[in-house]
């Protein structure tokens, strides 16, 4: 579907879980919050409907996410159950990692090839500290056995963090000199309580890249940036395995070519990760809408796309959002 801005919607990212096995500074406030009442979260069936209902909009790419996807019971099932829906021909996940190694052979079983793992350092006390209390040994079995098991691309997604991993940035980038691994820096966005406490630790994507430069001249990756092919602009380092991302919400916003609808957990539709404005769907999915009636509500969603989110560089991270980023899914 086009939108008002002639954005063409293809892409629905399905948080299935605000539950995590992890708590990270940057996602979650401090004291914690409030979870979804188990009633309020959308059953699988209800999700599988709403895609159906979805792709038959022109959805066509749904990438599950949370919370943490491997914490609800039954997920690699109902990722499998997505074969289902014919026009969605591209089904990928994003994870902490963290119980990867245990599910990658059901992943994989279900038809995904396609995984993003999140990964803020490279250090275990530091790993420990940012998730409060994670384990990355655990993560990096996960990482590598999805390699060993043909699983690609992984993408391996870092939240840049000024004071935090700034001293990381080389390590992270040499990860993709012997390895096909897509290391991808993510600019720290103001999200819910936990965007309030982050504040000051915001680090632009070109800082990153400058720092960089010091391991070799980042070529750019042929495709990347264009229309359609995703937020991060991609770079290879001379002779590397892998490719190094930049996605910069913040300093370098992609919202004229954002392609995506995100459905949180407790069934709502969003149209930009960084505005409230949602519409319910879960309510008049249980009170017996049909299948036409929620395929207008998300028609009615798409036409309040907004043309693009007010968060700039220039501001202090203030709080933007209510909802936090496990609910809605990142
Ligand atoms: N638990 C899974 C994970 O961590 O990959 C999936 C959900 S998480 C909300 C999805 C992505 O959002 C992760 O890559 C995470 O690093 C990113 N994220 C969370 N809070 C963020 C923030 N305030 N700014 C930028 N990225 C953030
Ligand atoms: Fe959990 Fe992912 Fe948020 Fe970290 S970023 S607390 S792993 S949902």
Known sequence: MIDRYDRHIDYLRVSVTDRCNLRCTYCMPKEGFSLIGHDDILRYEEILRIIRIAAGQGITKVRITGGEPFVRRGVVDFIASLRTVPE??????????????????????????????????????????????????????????????????????????????DDEILDFARLTLDAPYQVRFIELMPLGRAGVENDGQFLANDVVMERI????????????????????????????????????????????????????????????????????????????????????????????????HGISCDESLIKKCVKEMTAIGG
């Open 213 to 308: 430069a010091a391991l070799g001249t980042l070529e750019p990756v042929s495709g990347s940036g264009d229309k359609g092919a995703g937020p991060a602009r991609l770079y290879r380092l001379a002779g590397a395995q892998g490719q190094i991302g930049f996605i910069s919400p913040v300093s370098r916003h992609f919202c004229k070519s954002c392609n995506r609808l995100r459905l949180t957990a407790d069934g709502h539709l969003r149209t930009c990760l960084l505005s409230d404005d949602e519409v319910d769907l879960k309510g008049p999915l249980r009170a017996g809408a049909q299948d036409e009636q929620i395929g207008a509500l998300i028609r009615g969603a798409i036409a309040r796309k907004p043309r693009k």
């Open 88 to 165: 969605v021909t591209d089904v990928s996940l994003t994870t902490n990692g963290i119980l990867l190694e245990t599910y990658a052979e059901g992943l994989y079983e279900a038809g995904i090839r396609r995984i993003n793992v999140s990964l803020d350092s490279l250090k275990a006390d530091k790993y420990a500290r940012i998730t409060r209390g994670g384990d990355i040994e655990a993560v990096l079995r996960g990482i590598r056995k999805v390699r060993r098991m043909g699983f690609s691309p992984i993408k391996v997604n870092i939240v840049a963090i000024k004071g935090f991993n």
